[in-house]
Structures are given as C-alpha cells and as structure tokens.
C-alpha cells in the first residue's frame, strides 16, 4: 500500500530530509586524503545527533552504522570501518538517512577524493543527471515504470548499466514503504503514484557491467568487474503540478 502523507506528515518529512541534506554536506566537506570511512560514519552520527534526530540506517536489520560508505568498485551499503581510507583519485559514495520526530529523509551523493580520472568523473555527472531524467514529467497520476524507464534509458544511452538487485523506495514512517522504485523496466508499468506521496529515488550506476556481488559482511555490494560504480539518491515528494526535491 503507497501512503498519502497528511500536511503534518509532510512538514516532518521535509525537517528530516533537511537534516539528511546537511548531513551529507558536512560529511562532503570532511573528505580528503588519509580520513578512514569510520571517521565520516562519526562526523555524520554527531551532526544528526546535534539536530535532535537519529541515524535512520543504525540498527536497521542489523545495519551497523549511520552511513554508507562505498568507495570505488563498492556499489553501495559499505559498512563504514578503520581500515578503509581514502586516497587521491578515489570516488566516494556516501548515503545517509535522519529520523526526525518519527519520519525518514534519505539522499546519497558520489564525491571524488582528489582529483580523478576524467572517465570516472563522467560516470558521477550521468549518474546525477539520470535521477534527474527519472524526474523529468513526473507528477501526480504518472506510473513507477516511467522514471524506471527513464533512468535505465539514459544510462544505457551514455554507455554504462544500472544495478537491478536494489531499489529505491517509497519513504515516511519507515525508511523502506510501498512502492518499490526499480531503475530499470517499462514506462507505464508498476504502480501510480498520488499526490502526496513520498519516495526515495535513487539510481546505482555501473561503468561496467550491472553484475553485482555481495561480500561475506553481508551487506557491502561491490560490481563483479571491479570497475567503479556510483550512487545518487534524494527523496522527493509527489504534487498534483511535479515533484519537490526535498532533500537538496
Ligand atoms: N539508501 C539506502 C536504501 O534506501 C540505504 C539503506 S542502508 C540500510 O536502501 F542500512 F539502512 F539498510
Ligand atoms: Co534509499
């Protein structure tokens, strides 16, 4: 069942999607050379904490940390840890979630460390572009599978795949409600979507491949190829004219 939010609900939507936002700014103007993933997932604990809300991944099915921190061939869900640091030439996907008065905001950004190869910058700048392809027309009465279509359309255009295993979501109460939000499918399949709904969208770009593996940790998801693989995400609200990005 897609929930429709009341106003009320929607206000608090909008405070938690704003807390995840600056969370995921502060922890961008963290990175740099030589800090450990560990560290990032402490800068954003603290920085939720700071705004009276909580890390809306910690404890989620046993999710050990705030955030997720995929570097490189890591495609998403990288448990943050001591032994992973960053270096010059890295590209590094962080995805966040804040709980605030009982409702999520959920958004991830791919950021380079240093400077980094040209190629690998391209694949950042589709992956960007192919939410907002996703979102182009998007509005009240419009089908899931139009922003599947979409999305999966643009990236193939530019060349690289789009990760089939995981899927965006819709969002409010819980972090993961009704409807699923693939990034690849048929325009005009799946459900509709209502005014005053809210989902997370957010596509997971391979340069290879769309193979996946998953590590023995159980949730870090890496490409098979090994090539580089990048993730952007925002929750958006649906209205009767668009959409409202709610968490840039
Ligand atoms: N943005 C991701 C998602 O919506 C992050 C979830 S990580 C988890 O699936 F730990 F909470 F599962
Ligand atoms: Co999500």
Not at 133 to 142: P, R, T
Not at 201 to 211: F, K, Q, Y
């Amino acid at each position: 069942m897609i929930k429709i939010k009341s106003q009320e609900e929607i206000e608090l939507i909008r405070e938690a999607c704003r807390i995840t936002r600056d969370t995921l700014n502060v922890v961008k103007d963290s990175i740099k050379v030589g800090i450990s993933t560990k560290e990032l997932d402490k800068i954003a604990y603290d920085y939720i904490k700071s705004q009276g809300a909580t890390p809306s991944f910690k404890n989620y099915n046993g999710y050990p940390a705030s955030i997720c921190a995929s570097v490189n061939d890591t495609i998403v869900h990288g448990i943050p840890s001591n032994d992973i640091i960053l270096k010059e030439g890295d590209i590094i996907s962080i995805d966040v979630g804040a709980k605030y008065n009982g409702y999520h905001g959920d958004a991830a950004r791919t950021f380079p460390v240093g400077k980094i190869d040209p190629k690998v910058k391209r694949l950042i700048k589709i992956t960007e572009q192919s939410f907002f392809e996703g979102i182009k027309g998007l509005k009240s009465g419009a089908f899931v599978g139009d922003i599947s279509n979409r999305v999966q359309t643009f990236v193939e255009k530019n060349g690289y795949s789009v990760v089939r295993e995981l899927v965006g979501h819709g969002i409010g109460k819980q972090l993961h409600e009704d409807p699923m939000v693939p990034n690849f499918g048929r325009s005009g399949s799946g459900p509709r979507l209502n005014a005053n709904t809210t989902i997370a969208i957010e596509p997971m770009v391979n340069m290879g491949d769309r193979n996946v593996k998953f590590m023995p940790d159980g949730w870090t998801c890496k490409t098979r190829d090994g090539l580089p693989s990048a993730h952007y995400e925002n929750t958006v609200l649906i209205t009767d004219n668009g959409v409202e990005i709610l968490t840039m």
